[in-house]
């Protein structure tokens, strides 16, 4: 019976090692993201997007996800304070930013620190469904035969989006889906 013990004791400390690494591991991958990520050097001209016009051009209804925080967060010298922020992931200078605009207005520029491809089918797994009564069916069945004899006039649907917050001891990981495109920000739990 002892050695059944012992075996099944030093499988436990195995694995609880094994975790505590992994989360180890973790944490310097963030740290090495974190003070890789060098903020956005220049100033937007009156803090407006200059693609914002061609974006809303485009599609029937704002692309951009809105997000609420209801904490500060921090990145670098910068303090994002609690409120709705929209949020536009860009392209500036050869590097990826994530621009959080409040009124139309860019108050925070945050570089991605990493860039990815959104997995197949994510958008169908994780965002819910809405529920149409009959007549609700009947009416968009009714306006996309509409619209599919004048597609030339219809603007499109904007691209899907998704925010996704994971926390850790020393960071706020924020996920943006947008599009085929998945952009990781990093934030800490204090200031700098």
């Known amino acids: 019976m002892k050695c059944i013990i012992i ?10 090692l094994l975790i505590i690494g992994l989360n180890a591991y973790a944490n310097s991958d963030y740290d090495a993201l ?11 001209y009156n803090d407006i997007d200059p693609f914002e016009d061609q974006d809303m051009i485009m599609y029937a209804w704002s692309p951009y996800p809105l997000f609420r925080t209801s904490a500060n967060l921090y990145f670098k010298d910068m303090k994002i304070e609690p409120g709705y922020y929209s949020l536009t992931p860009r392209e500036l200078g050869g590097k990826y930013y994530v621009l959080f605009k409040q009124a139309g207005k860019v108050q925070f520029i945050i570089p ?5 491809a959104t997995p197949l089918n994510f958008y169908e797994a994780n965002t ?3 529920k149409q ?10 306006r996309k035969k509409f619209y599919d004899t004048a597609k030339s006039s219809m603007r499109s649907t904007p691209p899907n989006s998704l925010v996704n917050i994971e926390s850790d001891s020393k960071y706020i990981v924020m996920v943006l889906y947008y599009g085929n ?3 990781t920000v990093l934030f800490r739990r204090t200031p700098y």
Do not use: C, H, R
């Open 133 to 142: 009564t009959k007549w609700q069916k009947f009416a968009s069945g009714v």
């Open 7 to 16: 075996i099944d004791m030093k499988k436990i400390l195995t694995i609880l």
């Open 181 to 183: 495109d998945k952009f």
């Open 34 to 44: 974190y003070e890789a990520a060098e903020p956005f050097q220049s100033k937007l």
């Open 112 to 116: 991605a620190a990493k860039k990815e």
């Open 128 to 130: 819910p469904k809405m």
